[in-house]
Every structure is written in C-alpha cells, then in structure tokens.
C-alpha cells in the first residue's frame, strides 16, 4: 500500500469502519471524520491496536464551506495520500406522500452530493499540485435506475457517477486517480433500515477489502458486491420501458 496519510469520511460504521480497520497498520495516519463522536473514537482506538495513528473528527457535511475548509487545514497539516469521501444519508421516501419532504430531500442532496463534490474539488486542487493522489467516491449501484421510493437519493448517486468519470478524465494527466465504488446491499446501518428485498448482501469487512484492492489497482470503477456488476451489465440489454416499468411496480 502506498498512501501513507488516509482521509475517510463517515468512518464511524458501516463501509467507513471497516475501510479504516483495513488500511489501519504502522506508518499509516488515518484521519477519520463522521457524525459520533463516541462511535468514532471506538473505531479509532481499533485502528490504534492494529498499530495506525488515527485521529477522529465530527463534522457537518451539510455545511460545505465549513467542510472544506477542514479539509484543507488537514490537508495543509499533513498531505493526504488517499481520501474516501464515504459520508450519505439514505432511506426510502414514504408510500403515502406524492413527493418528499423538501428538507428531507435538501439534507440527502447535500450530503451525498454537494459535500463529496466540494471534498473531491479541494483535494483535487492539493493532489495535482503535487502531481499524486487518490480521490474514491462512494455511491451506489442504484446510480443507474430511476427509484421511485427514493428519487433523490437515486439522483444523487447518478450525479456523483458521472462527476467521479468527469473529474477523473481531468485529473488523469495531474497523477491522480478518481475512483467511483457503487455498492450493492452491503450490512450496514443504512442498508438495515430499507425494507425491500436486498440480494447478494455482503458485511462491511467483506465489501471493505474488495473495495481496498480496487483502489490498490487503481481502478476508475468498483462494484460491490460482483453480482450486482453482472446484474447491471443485463439490465443495460433491457429496453429502458421495461425497466422503468418494472421500477414502478416494485
């Protein structure tokens, strides 16, 4: 593993957890940023044991500037090698209602969009000034399926996917790499709250190391769980009505 400083947003559970206890071993600085201060903590003092420095942070990805602001202070502080921007709000929007409410939909479209796009552009800016880096941007499997019970969160992960291809084509010749993940049904907290059916699903720890060794490579797109890359190659052969139809009804 080359990266030597790594930055993981929503790191207190799910993917971000286990991503930090992953990469966590000597001579690696882990700079963990979530919404629980407790919840961080206990994952940091896991990092620790496993010989990494860590150091945890909350912070309000619903305030951009602020956010960038932080990131480029720690950045300033020590270079960041690597930085994940995990971070997002989920959920299924309610069957009775014809729309979401409008706050619930602003929260998701900050926090899963706008954050990791200003987060990617700040270190975008730091990693081609010194011509490396690694930017990984988690979004979804369902970026490529309009979702009726949740309509923004899709849009979200649709826009973070086209952004991860955009900014990686223009970085490239910088020396640094985009990465886009897009999980499947992965067992974290988000995922234990839909209440659809959720196939092929994995633990974090499993995803965790499919996603590390992605990143290794230096992949520009991961998909996890495999079964979901297979599913989404089929459905790419399907009429987009009969998708959309499908979608509907589900």
Request: proline share 6%; net charge positive.
């Amino acid at each position: 593993m080359s990266a030597r400083t790594i930055l993981i947003t929503g790191a207190s559970s799910g993917i971000g957890a286990a991503l930090a206890r992953f990469y966590a071993r000597d001579n690696v600085a882990l700079l963990l940023w979530g919404r629980d201060q407790a919840r961080l903590d206990e994952v940091a003092g896991q990092c620790r044991s496993l010989g990494a420095t860590a150091a945890s942070q909350i912070f309000d990805l619903r305030d951009a500037a602020g956010f960038a602001a932080k990131l480029a202070a720690a950045d300033a502080a020590t270079p960041i090698d690597l930085a994940i921007f995990n971070a997002g709000l989920g959920g299924s929007a309610p069957n009775g209602p014809p729309a979401e409410a409008p706050d619930t939909a602003q929260a998701i479209a900050e926090v899963n969009f706008v954050a990791p796009v200003v987060g990617a552009h700040v270190m975008a800016d730091a990693m081609a000034r010194r011509g490396a880096g690694h930017i990984v941007l988690v979004g979804s499997i369902v970026e490529f399926y309009p979702l009726p019970m949740a309509p923004t969160y899709a849009a979200t992960k649709a826009g973070l996917r086209l952004f991860a291809e955009s900014l990686g084509m223009r970085l490239a010749r910088h020396g640094v790499t985009v990465t886009l993940v897009s999980p499947g049904f992965i067992d974290t907290p988000m995922s234990r709250k839909v209440i659809e059916p959720k196939p092929f699903m994995i633990t974090a720890d499993e995803a965790a190391v499919v996603i590390a060794r992605g990143i290794a490579a230096g992949k520009r797109v991961i998909v996890v769980p495999w079964q979901f890359a297979v599913l989404r190659a089929l459905s790419d052969l399907l009429p987009r009505a009969l998708v959309r139809w499908v979608l509907s009804r589900a």
